[in-house]
């Protein structure tokens, strides 16, 4: 598999594990990772931190899902393939439906990770948290307001 396909592949495995409810399987794609949380802080947490936030702030319903769906496009590649390295800036779109609600958008941001190759493998190295965008009514989706 060429790099840019498995770099995009993380991006898109962290969403499907997230809106399937895994959020430790999905936590384990930041296992050598640091995730910004707040730039200006800087609030960094690893992938413990990252499950203990998701944990705090995510509205888990009753099918164990927090009945989302992470969408996320636009990936902008940089990679070094001589010294295992790359960035991509990507956007994400996060819709949810829960009851007999409308299907909805939620948030909307964007994404700017560091990924490294190790042992052949590509993995995430960072990721910023922090560049939520937009959002709707996040009643449903998390327990607090990011932004208050």
């Known amino acids: 598999m060429d790099s840019a396909t498995a770099i995009t592949n993380l991006l898109y495995r962290y969403a499907e594990l997230f809106d399937a409810g895994e959020h430790e ?7 050598h990772a640091r995730i910004i949380l707040d ?3 800087p609030l960094v ?3 413990d931190g990252i499950l203990e936030v998701w944990r705090a702030l995510v509205v888990i319903h009753d099918d ?3 009945r989302t769906k992470h969408v996320v496009t636009n990936p902008i590649l940089d990679i070094d393939e ?3 390295t790359a960035t991509c800036r990507s ?5 949810q439906q829960v009851d ?3 299907l909805q958008p939620v948030a909307a941001g964007r994404y700017h990770d560091r990924f490294e190759r190790v042992d052949g493998e590509w993995r995430f190295a960072e990721r910023d948290y922090s560049r939520l965008d937009l959002t709707g009514e996040l009643g449903a ?3 607090t307001d990011p932004r208050a």
């Not at 399987?25 to 296992?31: N, S």
């Not at 956007?91 to 819709?95: E, I, K, M, Q, R």
């Open 45 to 47: 947490v690893d992938r």
């Open 25 to 31: 399987a999905c936590a384990d794609l930041f296992a």
């Open 39 to 41: 730039p200006e802080a």
């Open 64 to 66: 164990g899902t927090p």
């Open 82 to 84: 001589a010294a295992g």
């Open 141 to 143: 989706h998390l327990h």
């Open 100 to 102: 007999d609600g409308p």
């Open 91 to 95: 956007y994400y779109t996060v819709l």
